[in-house]
C-alpha cells in the first residue's frame, strides 16, 4: 500500500537546522508531488512546500522567508525538508503528504515528526 | 495568496444529529476545494476532493458541495467516530492553504 515514513523526532536550539526526512512506497516516487505542512502545538495546519519529485522544482511559502528547502533523493523514493535558522515558534509536527497526479489534494500523509526548538 | 475562512470555530452537536460546516474563499477558487478530518495525536485524512467528490473509504454521510467562494460540508447523522477538526484546504499555482478548521464536538 502506499505509505510515507518520516524519521523520528528531533530536538534542536534556537539557530539551528533540522533536515526531516519521508520515504514513499508503494508507489511510482516520481508520479505523484510531494508537499510539507507543519502543526504547531494546539494550532492548525501551515503549508511549506512542495516539490516535483521528478524533476526536482519545488515552490515555497512565503512566510518561511528562505529558510526552507526541499529535495529528494529518487534512487531511495526519499523527499527531505530542511528548516534553517530555527526559533522557539517551529516548534511543531511536520507532516510530509502525496499529492496525486489526478487530483488537487493530499491523499496520503506521513506520520508526523515533532520538532521541538528549545535551549 | 487565496485565503479560506471556516465557520463556525466550534461546532456542538449530538450523535445522530447533521452536522453542516462552510468554508469560504477570498476569491473565487472553481471546485478547487478539498476537506479533511483531523483526530487528536493523528495525521489529517483526506475526505472530500475538488470540493464534491469523496475519497476512497470515506463514508456516503459526508459530502460535499459549492464551488466559486462558498463550500460545505455536510456530515448527515453524526457517529461517535466524527467528533474531530475539519479543515478546508486550497491550492493553486503550486500554492497551497487552508482553513483555520472547525471544531466538531460532542454536545
Known amino acids: 500500500q502506499v505509505q510515507l515514513m518520516q524519521s523520528g523526532a528531533e530536538v534542536k536550539e534556537p539557530g539551528a537546522s533540522v533536515k526531516v526526512s519521508c520515504k514513499a512506497s508503494?508507489?511510482?516516487?516520481?508520479?505523484?508531488?510531494i508537499n510539507w505542512v507543519r502543526q504547531a502545538p494546539g494550532q492548525g495546519l501551515e503549508w511549506m512546500g512542495i516539490?516535483?519529485?521528478?524533476?526536482?522544482?519545488?515552490t515555497y511559502a512565503q512566510n518561511f522567508h528562505g529558510r526552507v528547502t526541499v529535495t529528494r533523493d529518487t534512487s531511495t523514493s526519499t523527499v527531505y525538508m530542511e528548516l534553517t535558522s530555527l526559533r522557539s515558534d517551529d516548534t511543531a509536527v511536520y507532516y510530509c503528504?502525496?499529492?496525486?497526479?489526478?487530483?488537487?489534494?493530499?491523499?496520503?500523509w506521513g506520520q508526523g515528526t515533532m520538532v521541538t526548538v528549545s535551549s | 495568496e487565496i485565503a479560506l475562512t471556516q465557520s463556525p470555530v466550534t461546532l456542538s452537536l449530538s450523535q445522530g444529529e447533521r452536522a453542516t460546516l462552510s468554508c469560504r474563499a477570498s476569491?473565487?477558487?472553481?471546485?478547487?476545494l478539498a476537506w479533511y478530518q483531523q483526530k487528536p495525536g493523528q495525521a489529517p485524512r483526506l475526505l472530500i476532493y475538488?470540493?464534491?467528490n469523496r475519497a476512497p473509504g470515506i463514508p456516503a454521510r459526508f459530502s460535499g458541495s459549492g464551488s466559486g467562494t462558498d463550500f460545505t460540508l455536510t456530515i448527515s447523522s453524526l457517529e461517535p467516530e466524527d467528533f474531530a477538526v475539519y479543515y478546508c484546504q486550497h491550492h493553486t499555482n503550486w500554492l497551497y492553504s487552508f482553513g483555520q478548521g472547525t471544531k466538531l464536538e460532542i454536545k
Open positions: 475538488d470540493a464534491s
Open positions: 476569491q473565487s477558487v472553481g471546485n478547487e
Open positions: 508503494g508507489y511510482n516516487f516520481t508520479d505523484s508531488y
Open positions: 516539490i516535483n519529485p521528478s524533476g526536482g522544482t519545488t
Open positions: 503528504a502525496r499529492e496525486p497526479e489526478y487530483y488537487d489534494a493530499l491523499d496520503v
